[in-house]
């Protein structure tokens, strides 16, 4: 009789085991599955990265999206909270407390309408005319205030987020458009891809999800607060005792399962950025690939991306489905399983002392009111575990918003990580590379004077480590009018490109003036969003034009000077708006930014082939200009016609050096 009593016991034991066990192999499936395909998906960069982070802080048994969701989230989003919140005082940490006050009013009425319906049925059940017409009464007045509390929580919710995009914008701004980092960033350093993507899409993700985790954590924390104490009343504290067990046990298994979720959200932002990127580059360049018939190519490369894209969201949704089975299991219906044997407990138990002697009516009043409280409370616990999601969700966004940061204060403090420190060794003995010579990044020393532009001992080196001159020594004072010449990529674009310290100076003295009074205008000029007025005073307001002491009329005529004045006759005056890039022609665009030259009048300015789509005429009329307005010449050009309006030639030789001379009447060059 024992021995099958004890037969019967164990094959129970092993039926309700084996769910249970199930559930944990297939998380346990789930999960290698989703680190498997998620670190895939990553760039190598990114990957590299993780890995270094793993190394770093001793956690080699740990995998690359635990090591983004545990060990980075908390520093970073500490870091991060501040920019959103930046005082108590501010109207962001006002709006926050208000919302977790219409949360406390929320729940409050959930409480209050839960106790109306339940009093409401009872009625019914009852028969009782009066209290009936007494509860719905009491319903109709709470529908007002808590429509009210809904939507003002709604409400507060979306502006929430948009202040802290707002926020988190402007600081991203600040440092993005400080000291040419949206130039580095691009160009001297390797650390971020897609930069547009972060800017735009992932800081508003990113502010969605910090409001819709405040509100999906506080909300729930909230009801199982209250609920659990009005249980505690009514069933005692042993049962919610049982429920917050649960809780802890479940969010902490779905918690471990749904890990490989954050690496999927970054490389799905990361592909995404890429596939903008390509058709960036196509609308970029449309011009150039129509010539080389070359849309069946991009056509391809095109597909690739996408194809590849397509294939990660795929593998993701595969695992978010799994997953998402196991939370609706583990945090919702089981949950309410344990609700039901938590709630019964009293009511089946002959002996407990407040259900024992209960009529019939007293009982099912009683049970409604505290089984509905309790399926409130399972619902609750069940947010509160599934919110885990929105925590890997935001996770990712974290990283990728916290990495844009760091990279541009790196920026700011001028540490890049250069692709120096990536290329491949060059083993020719014109381009040493840097690093062999001893030469590194912002090494040397920078000092603003007027009116004068001097290199002592000054490298000319590229982000990838190139020396393409070794020592520049010029000395260039003002009036001295120089012409650069030299074959292509031998270093003369890379030579304003260290004046303007865009690149990072490897060693010696650059004395120059401040960047105000240098003026650079490349081969393609910039034409800004706006009116004509904005192309020729940019990149001044027209409130600082005005403080300047410049009219309308000057403009005009600076115009008159480049032979343009046409074009304000053309397109109605100076406060035409137009899309100017495809308004003016290559030539046109080049005399506005010459006209540009003349409003801003510096000391000095570098002509980098930025006449090269205009008339000869039209050119000397310029250049003569620029001469009688006392604005000293550095200029970058093939054209021989050039040369009488210079006194000087930096020539250099393409083998890593280069000559500063005096142009004389009897120079083979100037004489052709």
Excluded at 103 to 111: A, E, G, K
Excluded at 338 to 358: E, I, M, R, T
Excluded at 431 to 451: C, F, K, M, T, V
Excluded at 571 to 587: K, M, N
Aim: glycine share 6%.
């Amino acid at each position: 009789m024992k021995s099958s009593q004890s037969r019967l016991f164990s094959k129970r034991i092993l039926a309700r085991a084996i769910p249970g066990a199930s559930i944990i192999i297939i998380a346990f499936i789930v999960r290698k599955y989703g680190h498997y395909h998620a670190s895939q998906a990553l760039d190598k960069s990114q990957n590299r990265k993780i890995a270094s982070e793993k190394s770093n802080t001793n956690t080699a048994k740990a995998n690359s999206s635990h090591s983004i969701a545990k060990t980075n989230f908390l520093r970073q989003f500490r870091a991060i909270l501040p920019i959103l919140i930046p005082s108590v005082t501010s109207s962001e940490c006002f709006l926050a407390i208000l919302v977790a006050i219409l949360l406390v009013l929320r729940t409050s009425f959930d409480i209050v309408m839960l106790q109306i319906m339940t009093a409401t049925e009872h009625a019914i059940i009852s028969g009782s005319h009066k209290d009936f017409r007494h509860h719905l009464h009491r319903f109709a007045t709470m529908m007002l205030p808590v429509s009210c509390v809904n939507c003002l929580l709604k409400y507060g919710h979306t502006d929430l987020v948009l202040r802290f995009r707002n926020r988190m914008t402007r600081f991203l701004y600040t440092k993005y458009l400080n000291q040419y980092s949206f130039y580095k960033v691009t160009n001297l350093d390797t650390r971020l891809k897609n930069v547009d993507q972060v800017m735009t899409v992932d800081v508003e993700r990113f502010a969605s999800s910090v409001v819709h985790l405040y509100g999906n954590i506080s909300k729930p924390i909230l009801d199982i607060c209250i609920y659990t104490i009005k249980l505690s009343a009514s069933i005692g504290m042993q049962g919610p005792s049982y429920m917050l067990l649960y809780l802890i046990s479940s969010g902490l298994f779905l918690t471990w399962t749904r890990q490989p979720a954050a690496t999927f959200t970054i490389a799905e932002q990361q592909l995404e950025g890429k596939y903008r990127s390509i058709h960036s580059r196509i609308l970029t360049h449309a011009e150039e690939i129509a010539f080389y018939n070359g849309q069946g190519r991009e056509q391809m490369i095109l597909e690739k991306a996408f194809e590849k894209l397509r294939g990660v969201i795929q593998k993701s949704q595969q695992f978010r489905f799994i997953v998402g089975m196991l939370d609706n299991i583990v945090a919702k219906y089981f949950a309410t399983i344990v609700g039901f044997w938590v709630v019964s407990k009293p009511f089946l138990d002959p002996s407990h002392p407040q259900h024992g002697k209960a009529t019939f009516a007293q009982r099912m009043e009683s049970y409604f009111r505290s089984g509905k409280m309790l399926i409130r409370l399972s619902k609750s616990m069940g947010c509160l575990v599934l919110s885990g999601r929105e925590v890997t969700r935001l996770a990712a966004f974290t990283t990728r918003v916290a990495d844009m940061i760091n990279v541009l204060s790196d920026l700011s403090d001028k540490r890049s990580q250069s692709v120096i420190h990536e290329s491949p060794s060059v083993t020719d003995s014109s381009h040493n590379p840097a690093s062999a010579l001893g030469l590194h990044p912002n090494n040397g020393e920078i000092e603003y004077q007027d009116r004068i532009i001097e290199f002592v001992d000054v490298p000319l080196v590229t982000p990838v480590g190139d020396v393409l001159i070794h020592s520049l020594n010029v000395k260039v004072e003002s009036g001295m009018n120089v012409i650069v010449v030299g074959p292509n990529g031998c270093g003369k674009s890379s030579l304003f490109r260290v004046l303007g310290e865009l690149w990072p100076i490897f060693g010696g003295k650059i004395t120059k003036p401040k960047r105000s009074d240098l003026f650079y205008i490349p081969q393609r000029p910039y034409l800004s969003i706006g009116t004509l007025r904005d192309q020729i005073i940019y990149p001044h307001s027209v409130q600082e034009m005005e403080e300047n002491g410049r009219t309308d009329e000057q403009l005009v005529e600076f115009l008159d000077q480049v032979q343009l004045k046409y074009v304000a006759e053309r397109e109605a005056g100076l406060d035409s708006e137009q899309e100017w890039t495809d308004v003016l022609s290559g030539g046109e665009k080049q005399r506005v930014a010459m006209a540009r030259l003349f409003y801003h009048k510096p000391q000095f300015a570098i002509l980098d082939e930025c006449t090269s789509a205009v008339s000869v005429d039209v050119e000397g009329a310029m250049y003569t200009h620029c001469c009688s307005q006392n604005i000293t010449l550095f200029t970058v050009s093939h054209r021989k016609s050039l040369w009488k309006y210079h006194q000087y030639v930096l020539q250099f030789d393409g083998h890593g050096d280069c000559t500063f001379q005096k142009i004389s009447a009897n120079d083979k060059v100037f004489g052709s």
